[in-house]
């Protein structure tokens, strides 16, 4: 038998599979199952820009695309941004088209981080930003953020966590899993320090136009002095339903820009060429599907969050995204065994709060990207485990 570990890389083997798929790959195996546990839109990508998409086949366009992506379409991210988060960026210098926002965070790690670099990973937070730390040789450093604040990131707790090997803050809001989002006040405060220790920021705003209530989502970007130490991340995937067209983005100083480019260039080429074509028409003419989308979310938002507290699991209200995450705490169980027992014995599947990271455990992410009659339909199996508990 050959030992293969000797011949692969040692970050790469240290790096644990996602906690999130292991309970989407059995559900996917059982009979009967409401999954709850991907965040994927249940609404089909607008019939307008799959029209795009289509037009763009039928026309034989299907050559590669120049390496940062259309220029008409960096042209319309430039205008998309500016209009919804009053940030201007130059489309030809300071935007990059990528496959999926993912592909735009492992670029901006790749092309800042040397090894040793501390990066600070508030959690619990998406998966992916402690692993894309270690595979570039850098140090995650994770922040616990707490129900009590919101979920929010304070300043303070940046602060306590800064070293002279800090270079990267991340900030993964709105939040995936816990639904939190930044308001201005909260984002002043951070940028002061970001400032104070020179700092760049990773600002994923993958669920920006995902932002419920009466305040608007604030772009880290667009506060005095931030822009040129911000990458934006962005994408297609959450406020379009383009999850299958994998096209994200990210805009930032053309100095960081650049290099991010050079990396895709050679281990990318260039993001698919019809999902392209349609995201141009998805920034000039998808606001209205934005809009509607937004609504409905809304929607189930309120009530699954009213059904999970009259049933006695805390649910902390989510002001962005689409995912609630409630407390188990009051089961005995932990978020593992939890989400095991109502899979197995309610064929409903959850994610336990510990792929999030060690302090989301306790707590299990519920996503509210599907109908309302599954939904409904969950709440009533969740109610009935509980009662059998």
């Excluded at 088209?97 to 993912?102: C, K, L, Y």
């Excluded at 095991?340 to 707590?363: I, R, S, W």
Aim: a negative charge; aromatic letters at 10%.
């Amino acid at each position: 038998m050959i030992d293969y570990s000797k011949y692969l890389n040692r970050e790469i083997q240290v790096v644990k599979p996602s906690g999130i798929r292991k309970f989407f790959d059995i559900a996917n195996e059982m009979e009967d199952v409401i999954s709850l546990s991907v965040g994927e839109p249940d609404f089909h990508t607008p019939w307008h820009i799959r029209e795009a998409g289509i037009e763009s086949l039928e026309k034989g366009r299907t050559r590669y695309t120049p390496n940062r992506g259309f220029l008409q379409l960096r042209q319309e991210i430039a205008n998309f941004l500016a209009r919804h988060y009053d940030v201007a960026y130059q489309p030809d210098q300071e935007i990059l088209v990528t496959v999926g926002g993912s592909e735009a965070i492992d670029l901006c790690v790749r092309s800042l981080i040397n090894p040793g670099d501390e990066v600070l990973i508030p959690e619990p937070s998406f998966v992916c930003y402690v692993p894309i730390t270690q595979m570039a040789e850098g140090l995650p450093v994770t922040i616990e953020t707490k129900p009590e604040h919101g979920f929010r990131l304070t300043a303070e707790e940046v602060e306590e966590k800064i070293t002279e090997k800090t270079k990267l803050l991340i900030l993964p809001y709105p939040n995936n899993p816990t639904g939190a989002v930044m308001r201005r006040e909260d984002l002043e405060a951070i940028a002061q320090v970001v400032e104070k220790h020179d700092l760049l920021v990773l600002s994923d705003e993958i669920y920006a136009a995902l932002t419920y209530g009466r305040e608007n989502h604030v772009s880290f970007s667009s506060l005095p002095g931030m822009k040129e130490r911000t990458i934006l991340v962005n994408g297609f995937s959450k406020a379009h339903s383009m999850t299958g067209w994998r096209l994200g983005y990210a805009a930032g100083p053309k100095e960081i820009i650049g290099p991010m480019t050079k990396l895709h260039q050679f281990a990318i080429m260039s993001a698919p060429t019809t999902s392209q074509y349609a995201a141009i028409e998805a920034l000039k003419n998808g606001d209205e599907d934005i809009a509607y989308m937004r609504e409905q979310y809304d929607m189930r938002r309120r009530l699954i969050v009213d059904g999970l507290n009259k049933m006695g699991l805390k649910c902390f209200e989510p002001e962005g995204a689409f995912y609630v995450f409630p407390s188990v705490k009051s089961t005995g169980l932990t978020s593992q065994e939890f989400c095991e027992k109502l899979l197995y014995g309610k064929h409903v599947a959850v994610v336990p709060g510990d792929a999030f990271g060690a302090c989301g455990e306790g707590f299990v992410r519920i996503s509210y990207s599907y109908s309302v009659g599954h939904i409904t339909e969950a709440l009533e199996r969740i109610q009935a485990f509980l009662e059998e508990l």
